[in-house]
């Protein structure tokens, strides 16, 4: 099995199929099937599911997941000059690294500044305590 050029958290550039030229954020990458998940602004490559909403505080209807490619199809995208690229391995202090075969800078996997996905929080009432309810009830008649 030939070594996978891609990591997770990666930048790539699409190079066949229907999302050709765009680029894309890898979210996973499976090794065994040769493939990764990739996830962007207007690819067309995404899986839509039908989710049914389990508790009351659950939303059901079509949800969007990342959609999966061949890793054949995906170019790391290179920071440095910011081109698509093949890669390249060597030896950095004593660590083996990925570099640019265009330009030879290291490559770096940069992580998106994501905001956390947080799900939705069932509403809670407190009660009122009946003596504090009480009070401000006369304070507002009185004023």
Sequence with gaps: MAKLSVKKDDYVMIIAGKDKGK???VTAVNAEKHRVLIEGDGL???NTKAVKARKASDKGGLIKQPGSVDASNV???CSACGKPTRVGYREEDGKKVRY???CGATLVTKKA???KATKAKAAVRKK???KAA???ATENKEA
């Design 75 to 77: 170019m790391p995208v």
């Design 134 to 136: 009480a009070e401000t």
């Design 128 to 130: 009122a305590a009946p």
């Design 44 to 46: 067309l490559t995404v």
């Design 23 to 25: 680029t894309a954020q």
């Design 113 to 115: 500044a994501k905001a």
């Design 100 to 102: 640019c075969k265009k």
